[in-house]
């Protein structure tokens, strides 16, 4: 198909639509090359903004756009945004019932909506498929592109395969004229993105891999115990009283335990707490999914099942109470939070137990029965590989940032950070310099000299045979006495409480050192044994190891505070004190008040708040201070449709308050 829609065209509507004044660098390329009739594929992290990259080629070509999605609360969140942004949106899904469909179909092909979201598993619908045939035919409207959400489901080798997906080729190669096919995931590794390609049948498409790094999440790790976990948790929570987060666990049974006692606790701060896994009934999943979204409930205790879909983008944080099964995993869950680019703060809390609960579940792991043993055995393989790089994750001293975007190969050269990187933003070298806003970053670290304990230790586990866990190795150099000691007789080998000055937790560090570095190897499976690693000559060579030494690294103190996420009232001060235009009255004050309104608008809507306007278009307003409808335009997030709908009720509020603030007294020009 000829490009009938130019560039300039795309950025027109972007204003109009969505309020934004340019394009970030990947849907740039992504858009043009949509537009110019050519396949794409686009791998980004969430809250990257992939939905822009169909949407404008949606809202702009002629004809009816498919948009394939998993997820049906997901379809209802877009449609009800897009709609809200002016668009004419549709959605087919199980959630109409017959008549509602017939009704939507028959919409379609009048030319009635510019997008439709379908599930996967429409495309094997006989009827639609002979609607799409229609459409796409010579008398229809055409379908100009299909775009495929979460493409990396149609992928074995990624986490969610959705046999479903498989379907999607033969639809499109059904389809009288071929439409354009755009594909976009948030984490694909160099074979799952063959694998789309492949499967989706795209042709020679223009690919952008770009914007993992999330210039405005700090990143945390905290290794502590599964008790002072819920206590840490329950601080912050309170600490973030009117923030909201997410708080993923990894069992539906430490979701209950978490969410009952949190919501005990924070019941007399005022703090709903909610919980969501897959073992409650639809219908309280959606409720407190829609409470989430809706911030009457500001807390969520969730397995991984809550969230895919969400599109909340005021989750000021996200805490993982357990270790996720992959990098890709964790950064999807934590990327959640701060989608509006505001700074949020994602913690992951972890100790022994969460590597060996994850370690027993992909040996238990039986759900590949069609695979013969071999494959079996190399999907297990590559589970393990999954979870040793999420270890490296918890253990390492690095910048943990620096750490991520190695590991999904993003140089940081296409960064979708907007504007120009700021102060705080993490460069392509930030594994030399660190990024300054993770928990490695702002902690400061000694070099210590642990020779003496690593030569020792290494000893025992030849003394032993390798067959022991870390920590009865640590106990046994130790001297501790303890049963399992006395029933293996441990106390009887040479090097028995060699170290009994060291404490245990040392002794283990020291061994996980070994182990990451080579001296020493620890199995696989639920009970992990230490034994001897290819480097233990080294240690245990003919000189006595005398070249050998070794160092760690211990952290001693903070050494700042780290970068904490910011309330909306501190960031509108700062944002104040670097704009010296006179205001009246407080921006905070004001803020609050804008916040009143929107809340109103949405409960006469039954939306959420942010489908009304983003916390930073509130911000916005609060600087600027709109005194006509042209000026809210200028506002980030306030499309030409949002200024129609809702930009007299904001103007209103903001003259009033102005004027009730100047009769009270001569306070022109006051700044917060
Ligand atoms: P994804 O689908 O990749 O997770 P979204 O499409 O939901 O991400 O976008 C994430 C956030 O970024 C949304 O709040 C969206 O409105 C915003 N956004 C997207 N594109 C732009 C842009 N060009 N300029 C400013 N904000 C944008
Ligand atoms: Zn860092």
């Known amino acids: 198909m000829a490009a009938t829609v130019s560039m300039d065209e795309a950025r027109q509507a972007l204003g109009t639509y969505f309020g934004y004044s340019a394009f970030r660098p990947g849907q740039e390329r992504l858009v043009a090359a949509i537009l110019a009739g050519r396949d794409a594929l686009g791998v980004m992290p969430t809250g990257a903004g992939k939905s822009i990259c169909y949407q404008i080629p949606a ?20 449609v009800r945004a897009l709609k809200a942004a002016g668009a004419r949106p549709s959605y087919l899904n199980s959630t109409l019932t017959p008549a509602q469909q017939n009704t939507v179909l028959k919409r379609a092909r009048e030319g009635w909506y510019q997008i439709m979201y379908v599930a996967p598993e429409r495309l094997a619908d006989e009827r639609f498929c002979a609607f799409a045939r229609e459409v796409a035919g010579p008398d229809g409207i055409g379908i100009p592109l299909v775009a495929v959400d979460e493409a990396h489901c149609v992928s074995q080798w990624g986490q969610d395969f959705r046999p479903s997906y498989l379907e999607i080729a033969r639809f499109i190669g059904e389809l009288p004229v071929r439409p354009v096919v755009a594909a976009f995931t948030a984490t694909a590794t160099e074979r799952v993105r063959a694998d789309i390609i492949q499967m989706l049948g ?29 206590v840490w948790i329950r601080n912050y929570a309170r600490a973030h009283a009117d923030e909201s987060g997410i708080i993923y666990c990894s069992t539906r049974k430490a979701v209950d335990e978490l969410a009952f006692n949190l919501g005990r606790e924070l019941a007399p701060a005022g703090i709903r707490v909610g919980r969501y896994h897959a073992g409650m009934s639809a219908g309280e999943r959606l409720e407190n999914q829609a409470a989430f979204i809706d911030d009457l409930m500001p807390v969520i205790v969730a397995t991984n099942a809550f969230g895919m879909g969400i599109d909340k983008p005021n989750v000021r944080y996200v805490i993982h109470h357990n270790v996720p099964e992959s990098i890709e995993a964790y950064y999807q869950e934590a990327g959640r939070a701060g989608r509006d680019g505001d700074p ?10 969460d590597f060996r609960l994850r370690r027993y579940l992909i040996d238990r792991t039986d759900d590949e029965s069609e695979l013969d043993d071999e494959a079996r055995e190399r999907a297990r393989q590559n589970r393990y590989r999954l979870l040793s790089a999420m270890e490296g994750y918890c253990e390492t001293t690095g910048c943990l940032r620096a750490y991520i975007l190695r590991y999904f190969g993003d140089e940081g050269a296409l960064g979708v950070s907007e504007g120009t990187a700021r102060p705080d933003a993490c460069s392509p070298d930030s594994a030399r310099t ?5 928990s490695n970053c702002t902690t400061a670290y000694e070099v210590e000299d642990v020779t003496e304990t690593a030569r020792e230790a290494v ?13 009865l190795v640590a106990d046994a150099l130790h001297g501790a006495n303890t049963e399992r000691i006395r029933q293996y007789r441990l106390d009887d080998l040479p090097g028995y409480g060699a170290l009994h000055e ?18 020493l190897t620890q199995s696989q499976g639920q009970f992990p044994v ?19 030494s070794l160092t760690v690294k211990r952290r001693v103190a903070a050494r700042r505070a780290p970068a904490r996420a910011r309330k909306a009232v501190d960031i509108l001060r700062s944002e104040a004190a670097e704009d010296a ?26 939306w959420a708040p942010y489908m009304i306007a983003s916390d930073k278009a509130l911000r916005g307003m609060c600087r600027r201070r709109p005194a006509t409808r042209a000026e809210p335009l200028e506002v980030p997030g306030i499309g030409e449709k949002k200024v129609d709908d809702f930009g007299d009720a904001f103007l209103a509020e903001i003259a009033r308050f102005e004027d009730a603030y100047s009769a009270e007294g001569p306070a022109r020009g006051a700044r917060v």
Not at 208 to 230: P, Q, S
Not at 344 to 353: K, V
Not at 434 to 438: D, E, I, L, Q
Not at 459 to 471: D, L, N, Y
């Open 530 to 548: 230490v034994s001897l690693g290819p480097r233990a000559v080294e240690v245990l060579g003919e000189d006595g190891g005398a070249a050998f």
């Open 459 to 471: 000893r025992f586990v030849q003394a032993c045979g390798g067959r022991f866990g870390r920590a």
């Open 344 to 353: 949020a703060e994602c913690h992951l809390l972890w100790n022994g137990n």
């Open 502 to 519: 060291e404490p245990v937790a040392r002794i283990k560090d020291v061994i996980g050192q070994l182990i990451g570095r080579g001296y």
């Open 202 to 230: 795209l042709r020679r498409p223009e690919t952008v891999v770009t914007g993992f790094d999330r210039t405005n999440l700090y990143f945390g790790v905290e290794e502590m115990g599964d008790k002072a976990k819920a």
């Open 434 to 438: 660190g990024c300054g806003n993770c």
């Open 59 to 78: 809202l702009t070509l002629p004809g009816l756009t498919l948009v394939v999605s998993p997820l049906v609360s997901l379809m209802g969140d877009q």
């Open 581 to 606: 235009r006179p205001r009246v009255g407080d921006d905070a004050e004001l803020f609050e008040r804008l916040r009143e309104v929107r809340r109103e608008l949405a409960i006469e809507r039954a």
